[in-house]
Every structure is written in C-alpha cells, then in structure tokens.
C-alpha cells in the first residue's frame, strides 16, 4: 500500500456534527467566564509592572513551564505529571490537525505524517497519559505523602482525565475494527482494542457503540474545558502566566519597597493591600505542597505552612468575590471582604505562623510555578509591627538595640574595633585611598566567636596585599534584621544613612563576611542611593588565590562539609566560590549533605529568628546539625555569622564525643595560607 494515501475520514459514523460545534460555543463562554472572573479580581490588586525583559521571561517560560525543570526534582511526581502534560499536549496538537483538516480544507491529515503523528504518536502518548493518571491516583490514594492536599475535587479531575483518554482509545479502536482500517496497525493501543472488539461485536454494534462513545467523548471534553476554570486545573493556563510574570530580581531582592510619603496602610493585613501579583499567585497554585516540603520550620514541627497560607488566602480571596467570610453567610459586601482582615483571621497566616519564618526562600525555590510566599509573610509582619506593635519581646528587644546602639546584640559587651586588637587594621579616616572597605557588621565585630572569622579575613587580605580599611566604629547595622522582622520603617533610615556615610567616604567595593549584609548591600541599598561593587568573603578571597596572591602552604586531612548560607545561596546564587575555598584548605571537595545547594537547609537564624528562643524539640539548627552529623564530616565549613553561631548550639548539643568543629571558611583558608593547620 502506498503510505502518501494513509488518512481517515474524521466524522466517520457521526451524524448531526453541528450539535458538537453547537455545543462548542456554550463551552468557550463558560470556561472564559471563569478565567475572566479570576482576572477580575486580580486587578483589585496594587500596581506592579512585571512585563520587562521580555526575552528573559520566554526563557523562563520554556525553561519552567515547558521543560518543567522544578517539577522534575521531584522523580515520582515529576514521571507522572511529566507524563499526563505532554500527553495533553501532543492530543491537544493532534485535535488541532484535525480541525485544520476538516474544517479549513487543509489535506495536512494524510500520507507519513499522519501515520507518524496522527496515528502512532498521538496514540502512544495517550496511553502514556493513561499511565501518568494511573500513577498519581496511586500516589494519592495509596502513598498519601503528606505534603498534598487530598479533595474530592482533585480525584475527579483525575477521573474525569481518565475516562477522555480511555473513550478515546474506544472511539478510535471501534472505528478501526468496523473499517477494517488498513492503516489501523499505526494506532498501536486502538488496534489491540479493536482486535479484541472484532470478535466479540457484529458490525452494527461496533457502529452504535462507536457513535454512543464518540458523544460521550465530546460530552467529557466540553464539560471538562468549561469547568477546569473552577477548579485547580485552572493552573494550566494559570500557572504559564505565573512563571512569566515571575520576578527576575535575586530572591534576596524580593521584599517589596514601601513609599512611607504615600503608603495609606503599613504591611498587609488585606487582599486589597496585595498587588495584583501577589492575587494570581494564590490562584496559580497547584497544591502539589512541596514550597511546606521543604519549609525547615514546618519541618522542625512549627505552624508555618507556605502552602496553607496561599490556600487559604486563595480560599479567602474567592469567598470574598461572593460576600463571605469564613464560611458565614454574606454580611458584607464583596467590597468590605476583600478590605477585611486576614492576618489570624485566614488559619493559616496566625502571629505564631507568621514569626516562624526564617525568610530562607526555601519555598520560592521549591515552588515549579514561581509564587513568592515568604515576601507575602514579610508583608504581614511588617503590618504587626509598624501597624500593630506585636511581635515577640526578645526581636523586639533587637529592634530597640538597632535603634539606641546601631546593633542587634542587646547584651554585647565588645566594641566595633575589638575583634581587631593587635592587628594592622586602619579605619576609612585613616585610609581614605583604601581600595576596598571590609565590612564587618554586627555579627563579625559582636560576637565573640564571630571576631575570630573577621581576625582571619583581615589577616588575608593583608597577606595578599590588599589596600583595605573598616569604618570602625561609624559601622551601624545596615538594617537586615529590621527589615525581615517587619521594621521597614527601620530599615530604610539605616539604609539612607549607611548609604550616605560610604557615600560620602567615596567606598566603591565592599567585602564583607555576612551574606545578610553582602545581600542588603547589593540587591536593597541601590534603592537608596548606595551603588557599591559588593563580594562576600569568599568570593574575594578565592580570586586572590586564582590571582596567586595567596599560596596555601598546607592542606587539611580533615573531611570537612560544607552548609549553604541561605543568603549566600538561594537568595544570591553563588555556591561554588566557599566551595571552592573548602577545597583549597583539604585535600578534596566538601562532603555534600543531602540537602545542599539550591535544596540546603536553613540554620534556622534568619529572618529574625536568632533573636527568638524556641522550644529546644522544635529547633532548625537542631535539625540541620542532624543532617551535619549523618555526613561523619569532621569540620563543618560556613560562610555566615548567623549560621555559625546556629549551627555551633546544634552541633554541640547533639555531637557527644565526637570531634566535630565549625569554622568559617576564611578561618580554613587562613590555616592553609598561614601553614598553622590546628587539626
């Protein structure tokens, strides 16, 4: 047979074809009804523009919404999702062939490519679909990890998927017994339908059979569109969009600006305080729960749940469109629910909730369709602070600290300059051509164990002869702390400040130890005035070595790990120069933990948490000194003062005998350099 004649007839069998167009349109007004209503509500929303760099957002959008890279972490979720969305693709393209074909008069339906494509393609990623379905009903009716959210509605969107795809097989492989289709052989998994279907059914019966099918088919796919709007497969079209409206800035430059001259309400305590954004996240959410997955706050048992708080925002968001609140009856106005409180009112967003979080993105980057929860949490601290002067004593001790002393560590007893006794350290006064200033902040000079990271990192850059100098004690907090706890207010008279003394001092590169500070300095401090060339420590130090400015003399027999500074990390994407530091100082890479990298663990001490004292079962430190231990490292390399006083309280109370050892990788690196391996 010659393959240029392979075709079908499409409405083969099918009488009254008008009434599946007829019942067409009633469906596109539907299904645009529901995502109309939900845009709707989006533009109650402030403004945000997150339209620029278009290229860049169709790079996201192939990469994460096409390619699916954040949902393929995930091995099981990530074959069956995998496998149901490229089915859905390739039928979607396959229907779309055929209404080119039939209705515009196009022959593309013939010869090879309808061999290729239209028979053996398309049919053997609808039984791929049919597997996919398969798996995760298994994985929710049987599995039940924790992490999802288990509702009718969801088993039957998966039911209503199943019963499409399997009508489809039956259309298709009744259709082909009755023809005795010569090109039948090309549908793989209609054909074996149809050579159990042809002995079993006289003709007259394969055609009726086929006509009922072929409309209960078209019944299930039209009432499918016009209802996936109303249900989570809206985030099919949601989520696309998501991505591409996604922020392009570094998660560390994700807290949104408050315009105190303008702002009516400081923080959100209401829909109508989110930006049209922060709306279409909510509704963009898949439930799949892995930004609560890897929540090291729920982890460790606390109330924080990212995913709970966009559910029941989202929940709360579509109540309001009809008047109601909780669930009660509507006694308001659609207007006022969307003006009503929501803080301790929605479950999910209580005080206790809201004060777990250590604001390390941990859920923004687990997240495949990009929303951004822990700025929404900062957002309504900031209303508990400024607005309501609630939060925790002991941050707010911190706050008042920063604001009578410049520093967070109510109890300190060091001086900014201590930690420099004894060493040839000059201040900006005294250096005013330094080429670069190493900032120390109030972690490095503050805390004792801390002084020890700074003594290193002086002593290097002296060594590698770098023209450096320190503010000294003009050194104040650049305002992190305040700024994650909800101090906005704080935080940008610090940041003016500090921006104008370096400004005025003529700083043009800074170093410093802190990724709370390395991150403050480059992605939030512009918005005031302060543009500076800013490297964490290890960042500087490692090319000092590239450039041979630092020669280690001797490597470490230690097996060292090493911990990612969420802020270093995640929010800042650099991962490999305190690697490679580590690798420098010992004889071979770090021993990677389990969770590393994009995926570390947080220390549990951002976002103001260090300030907190928390049941010692429910500690983050507690639980990444687990992870440490389980590696038989026996230094655990770090690159944050944060995390080193964290990890050090986790290690110790859980090492027993073991010889087990934190330090900085500055204090590694020195060790090498200086010939003086301790052990």
Not at 568 to 579: I, K, M, V
Not at 640 to 665: H, Q, S, Y
Request: net charge neutral.
């Amino acid at each position: 047979m010659n393959d240029s004649q392979a075709t079908r007839e499409v409405f083969w069998n099918i009488t009254q074809v008008w009434a599946m167009y007829a019942l067409l349109v009633p469906t596109l007004v539907i299904a645009g009804f529901g995502f109309y209503r939900r845009v709707r509500v989006w533009k109650r929303g402030l403004p945000l523009d997150r339209t620029d760099r278009p290229i860049e957002r169709i790079r996201k959008l192939i990469t994460h919404a096409l390619a699916q890279r954040r949902t393929t972490r995930d091995t099981s979720a990530g074959i069956f999702h995998t496998l149901i969305y490229t089915g859905f693709i390739i039928l979607t393209l396959a229907t779309t062939v055929v209404f080119i074909h039939q209705d515009f008069g196009l022959p593309i339906m013939r010869g090879k490519f309808y061999l290729y494509f239209q028979s053996f393609l398309v049919d053997v990623f609808g039984a791929l679909t049919i597997v996919g379905i398969l798996m995760a009903a298994f994985r929710r009716s049987i599995q039940r990890p924790k992490k999802l959210v288990y509702t009718d509605e969801a088993a039957m969107i998966l039911a209503v998927i199943f019963l499409i795809a399997v009508t489809g097989f039956l259309v298709e492989g009744w259709r082909i017994a009755a023809t005795s289709d010569p090109w039948g052989h090309w549908s793989p998994f209609g054909y074996l339908i149809a050579r159990a279907s042809g002995p079993l059914m006289s003709d007259e019966t394969l055609k009726q059979s086929h006509a009922a099918v072929w409309w209960t088919h078209a019944v299930l796919v039209f009432g499918f569109i016009a209802w996936a709007p109303y249900t989570k497969m809206a985030h099919v079209a949601f989520s696309p969009f998501n991505i591409y409206t996604a922020s392009l800035a570094p998660v560390g430059a994700s807290l949104r600006h408050i315009d105190f001259d303008k702002a009516e309400t400081l923080g959100v305590n209401s829909l109508a305080a989110f930006t049209w954004k922060d709306l279409a996240d909510f509704d963009a959410c898949t439930e799949c729960g892995r930004c609560t997955n890897f929540c090291p706050a729920n982890t460790v048992g606390k109330s924080l749940s990212p995913r709970d708080i966009i559910l029941d925002l989202q929940l709360f968001m579509r109540n309001s469109e009809r008047g109601i609140q909780n669930g009660n009856s509507a006694l308001r106005t659609p207007h006022s629910a969307f003006n009503s409180p929501i803080i301790g009112t929605v479950e999910a967003t209580s005080p206790d909730a809201l004060w777990a979080c250590t604001t390390c993105g941990a859920c923004m980057e687990a997240c495949p369709v990009f929303i951004e929860q822990m700025p929404k949490i900062v957002d309504m601290r900031r209303f508990l602070v400024m607005e309501e002067a609630d939060f925790p004593d002991t941050m707010q001790e911190a706050v008042t600290s920063i604001e009578s002393r410049g520093h967070p560590f109510r109890g300190t007893s060091l001086g900014r300059m201590d930690w420099a006794e004894g060493l040839n350290v000059q201040t900006i006064d005294q250096a005013d051509d330094a080429e670069v200033l190493l900032w120390v902040g109030c972690g490095g000079a503050l805390v004792e164990r801390n002084t020890r990271v700074t003594r290193a990192t002086a002593q290097l850059l002296e060594k590698a002869g770098v023209s450096f100098a320190v503010l000294g004690r003009e050194e104040k907090c650049t305002g992190d702390p305040a700024r994650r706890i909800g101090n906005e207010f704080l935080f940008q008279n610090l940041a003016k400040e500090n921006s104008d003394k370096l400004n005025r001092h003529g700083v043009k590169k800074i170093i410093t130890a802190c990724p709370h500070c390395f991150n403050t300095f480059r992605n939030e401090y512009p918005q005031f005035g302060g543009n500076f060339e800013v490297y964490h420590h290890s960042q500087y130090l490692a090319r000092l070595v590239d450039e041979g400015k630092l020669k280690p003399e001797k490597k470490s027999e230690k097996k060292v790990t090493f911990h990612d500074p969420c802020y270093l990390g995640r929010h800042n994407d650099e991962y490999d120069a305190p690697r490679q530091l580590v690798k420098i100082a010992s004889r071979s890479n770090p021993i990677e933990m389990k969770q590393s990298r994009e995926q570390s663990f947080c220390c549990g001490g951002g976002g103001g948490m260090s300030f907190i004292e928390e049941p010692p079962d429910k500690r983050v430190n507690g639980e990444r000194a687990r992870q440490i231990l389980e590696t038989d490292a026996e230094r655990v390399a770090v690159g944050c003062p944060f995390c080193m006083t964290m990890l050090e309280d986790g290690i110790n109370a859980r090492k027993g005998e073991r010889d087990v050892r934190v330090m900085d990788v500055a204090e590694l690196l020195w060790e090498s350099v200086s010939a003086d391996v301790r052990g």
